[in-house]
């Protein structure tokens, strides 16, 4: 029944170790989204996909690699994990481009020790 | 670059009371304006979305207007209750994503 679902809710890792995140929406969007929260609560996108293909890429480090295997799914590998990735990664969808409302997942929490 | 900003920062009314948000943005070139509700560990939950052409949107004792020419949204709770106690965001739609305030964080004593 989740609209938008993410995996896993919580991850706790060390420094260093290469981690994913997935993201699965049965709303039949076409557009899925990363965002960041950060310990202030600041939310800013990360990635835009459209259709499978990079719409957006909001100057996020290539330590960070979204995959979309298709429509449905946006998965967030990173790699090296640093001490400042620590923060609460949200996934979105929406149907079509910026006049559509998006729709969130409950987010993962991530820290890394 | 866009900014968004919301006013107060944070708020506590006592149960009954109206609720006034503000929220401002620099770059009124937006597609629309959405209002989100956050809970302490949850994710975001969807109140109110106003087309850049609309001037506001109802949802039963929610209320939000948009001056899309001075940049400009206020979102009103009609008497508050507890469970209305949440951190509120309000983000803009430009080009494929949200640009989000820092968010009111709401408190309703009972």
């Known amino acids: 029944d989740t609209a938008v679902s993410q995996t896993p809710k919580y991850l706790v890792t060390q420094m260093g170790n290469d981690k994913s995140i997935k993201c699965e929406q049965n709303l039949g969007h076409d557009t899925m989204y990363w965002y960041k929260q950060d310990s202030k609560k600041f939310l800013k996108i990360m990635f835009s996909y459209n259709n499978k293909e990079l719409i957006i890429n909001e100057t996020v480090p290539n330590r960070f690699s979204p995959k979309s295997p298709d429509k449905a799914h946006l998965n967030l590998h990173i790699n090296s994990l640093e001490l400042g990735d620590s923060a609460v990664y949200f996934c979105?969808?929406?149907?079509?481009?910026?006049?559509?409302?998006?729709?969130f997942g409950d987010g993962t929490r991530l820290s890394i020790l | 670059k866009q900014e968004v900003t919301q006013i107060p920062a944070a708020l506590s009314v006592p149960e009954g009371e109206n609720l006034v948000l503000n929220c401002s943005f620099t770059?009124?070139?937006?597609?629309?304006l959405q209002w989100f509700r956050q809970d302490p560990g949850k994710g975001l939950t969807s109140l109110l979305l106003i087309q850049s052409s609309q001037r506001e949107q109802t949802s039963g004792r929610l209320n939000a207007s948009l001056d899309k020419s001075s940049g400009r949204s206020t979102l009103y709770i009609a008497a508050s209750q507890p469970g209305d106690s949440a951190t509120y965001l309000c983000?803009?739609?430009?080009?494929?994503?949200?640009?989000f305030g820092a968010g009111t964080t709401v408190t309703v004593r009972a």
């Open positions: 983000a803009v739609s430009n080009d494929y994503k949200l640009s």
């Open positions: 979105a969808s929406s149907l079509g481009g910026s006049n559509q409302p998006q729709h």
């Open positions: 770059d009124s070139a937006i597609y629309n």
